[in-house]
């Protein structure tokens, strides 16, 4: 069995995949995990329920695919209780319609993309309980923070 991955992304935008990685890199995780289409997230997400891969603590969906709909990801997961451990973040544009379907399957962030990247960023430091950077600011010198 392979690592747990700390986030795994979904998305098929090579602009917003781009913000993503940036926001990962700002917040000092590991490379995500990214796929770029539903079909191959699904795929791996079986994987995941079979046992062959970890669920990732955080999962970053996007909905609108063109021909796809990541509502198709979100379906997967409320019918696999294995996949329950994995927190979703929806990161997209889509109105409160969505956003409402969203939390008819468990979703409880739903991040707006015109919020900008400093919400899907807040939204990872509280789903992977990560230090803000108000938090990190404020530790006395000379103190490091527990790895």
Avoid at 50 to 70: H, M, N, R, T, Y
Avoid at 131 to 144: D, M, R, V
Wanted: glycine share 4%; aromatic share 4%.
């Amino acid at each position: 069995m392979d690592i747990r991955p700390r986030v795994l992304v979904i998305e098929n935008s090579p602009l917003d995949v781009a913000k993503a990685v940036r926001i990962f890199k700002h917040l000092e995780l590991d490379q995500p995990v990214v796929i770029t289409s539903v079909a191959k997230a699904l795929m791996y997400l079986e994987d995941v329920v079979a046992g062959e891969k970890q669920c990732p603590e955080v999962i970053v969906l996007d909905l609108e695919f063109g021909a796809e709909s990541g509502f198709e990801v979100l379906r997967f997961r409320k019918t696999n209780p294995r996949l329950h451990q994995c927190q979703v973040l929806v990161w997209t544009i889509m109105g409160e319609r969505e956003k409402e379907l969203c939390r008819l399957f468990g979703v409880t962030h739903v991040i707006s993309k015109q919020d900008g990247d400093s919400a899907l960023e807040s939204a990872l430091r509280n789903s992977l309980t990560l230090p803000t950077e108000s938090s990190k600011s404020h530790q006395p010198a000379g103190q490091s923070s527990p790895e």
